[in-house]
C-alpha cells in the first residue's frame, strides 16, 4: 500500500509562487499532480515517470516544474507566477502500472494512490 502526504499549499496573489511536497511510501512508480476546480473534472497537472520523463499540461509549462528526491521519497511541485485560474485543490497520485509520463498526464483513473489534496488560491 502506497502512502501519499501533501503539504505545501496556501494562499497567495497572482504572480506569487508556492511549492507543493508530496512524501510516498513505496516503489519508484509513475508519480503525478493533478488538480481539481469547483465545477470542474480532475486535470493532470505534472507527471514523472520511472524514467524520469517529464510531462506537463500546456496551460502550466514554463510556470510549475515537478521534480522527485529519491532519498527522502519526496514529490515536489514548483509553482510560479500563479494565476486565479490555478486556483484548485492539488492532489498528488502514484500509478503503479508505470505508466509513461505523456499517457498519465491525460489519464488520471490510471493512478492507483492519491493523497488527501491540498488548497491551493490565486487571488487578483
Known amino acids: 500500500q502506497v502512502q501519499l502526504v501533501e503539504s505545501g499549499g496556501g494562499s497567495v496573489q497572482s504572480g506569487g509562487s508556492l511549492r507543493l511536497s508530496c512524501v510516498f511510501s513505496g516503489y519508484k512508480y509513475t508519480m503525478g499532480w493533478f488538480r481539481q476546480a469547483p465545477g470542474k473534472e480532475r486535470e493532470g497537472v505534472a507527471v514523472i515517470d520511472a524514467n524520469d520523463f517529464i510531462s506537463y499540461a500546456d496551460s502550466v509549462k514554463g510556470r510549475f516544474t515537478i521534480s522527485q528526491d529519491s532519498a527522502s521519497n519526496t514529490l515536489y511541485l514548483q509553482m510560479d507566477s500563479l494565476k486565479p485560474e490555478d486556483t484548485a485543490i492539488y492532489y498528488c497520485?502514484?500509478?503503479?502500472?508505470?505508466?509513461?509520463?505523456?499517457?498519465?498526464?491525460?489519464?488520471?483513473?490510471?493512478?492507483?494512490?492519491w493523497g488527501q489534496g491540498t488548497q491551493v488560491t490565486v487571488s487578483s
Open positions: 497520485a502514484a500509478d503503479k502500472r508505470n505508466t509513461d509520463a505523456w499517457n498519465a498526464l491525460y489519464r488520471p483513473l490510471d493512478f492507483d494512490y
